[in-house]
């Protein structure tokens, strides 16, 4: 069962920042968050992950709430290469048979001119 | 590019048939995972392999089988196809099984 919640679609207009939310109020201390996208039928990309403090690299910046059930992925300068679904991924990484991702249906994320 | 390596990129076979997709990880890459994406399912975890060995299961039939190789590549074997198997077959790999995956392009199974 997938663990997170996410909106199924969002526009967003080029230039502008989109702000990605997602739900993972069951999320436990040694889980983390995983963002990865994945454009049309190409192998989901990944973007970011983060345990508890924000995380930000030359994608995006990832920002989880204090009490870490729920977080926020922001693409800070949208463009139309962004238009994708963005999948929200809560793994355990302590064992070995969890290591496999577990993907929800996402977020369409359109980006328009 | 995610240094993951796909082979074939497209592939046509009739119901009954059995194919071989291939994959080789990121250099360096220890693990390697199967998924597998058709449109009523979504992405759905196969099988993990880790240095040589299988790692762990996920929903992968018994007509499906994978392997891998001394040289880390690996080969997911796919027989007595149905129409149904027609998915997206993604490769992922990482360093060691509980690091960040990186996906291949994916090979398209088209099942006649």
């Known amino acids: 069962d997938a663990k997170t919640t996410q909106p199924p679609s969002m526009d967003c207009a080029e230039g502008r920042a989109a702000n990605l939310p997602c739900n993972h109020s069951?999320?436990?201390?040694?889980?983390?968050v995983y963002w990865y996208r994945q454009i049309h039928s190409q192998g989901p990309q990944y973007i970011i992950h983060?345990?508890?403090n924000n995380e930000t690299n030359e994608m995006a910046s990832l920002i989880i709430t204090e009490d870490r059930k729920s977080s926020t992925l922001i693409l800070p300068h949208a463009t139309l290469r962004d238009t994708a679904v963005y999948y929200c991924?809560?793994?355990?990484?302590?064992?070995?048979?969890?290591?496999?991702?577990?993907f929800g249906t996402g977020t369409r994320l359109q980006v328009t001119l | 590019d995610s240094g993951v390596t796909q082979t074939p990129k497209h592939l046509i076979t009739a119901t009954g048939q059995r194919v071989t997709l291939r994959c080789s990880p990121r250099?360096?890459?220890?693990?390697v995972y199967w998924y597998q994406q058709s449109l009523d399912q979504g992405l759905q975890f196969l099988i993990q392999?880790?240095?040589?060995?299988?790692?762990a299961k996920g929903n992968i039939l018994e007509r499906f089988s994978a392997q891998q190789f001394p040289d880390l590549h690996s080969e997911l074997n796919l027989s007595s196809l149905e129409l149904g198997d027609s998915a997206l077959y993604f490769c992922?790999?990482?360093?060691?099984?509980?690091?960040?995956?990186?996906f291949g392009p994916g090979t398209r199974l088209l099942v006649l």
């Open positions: 992922a790999s990482s360093v060691h099984a509980q690091e960040t995956q990186y």
């Open positions: 983060g345990l508890k």
């Open positions: 991924i809560v793994r355990d990484t302590d064992t070995g048979t969890a290591s496999k991702l577990t």
């Open positions: 392999y880790y240095n040589g060995e299988e790692r």
């Open positions: 069951t999320i436990s201390g040694n889980e983390y």
């Open positions: 250099s360096g890459d220890l693990s």
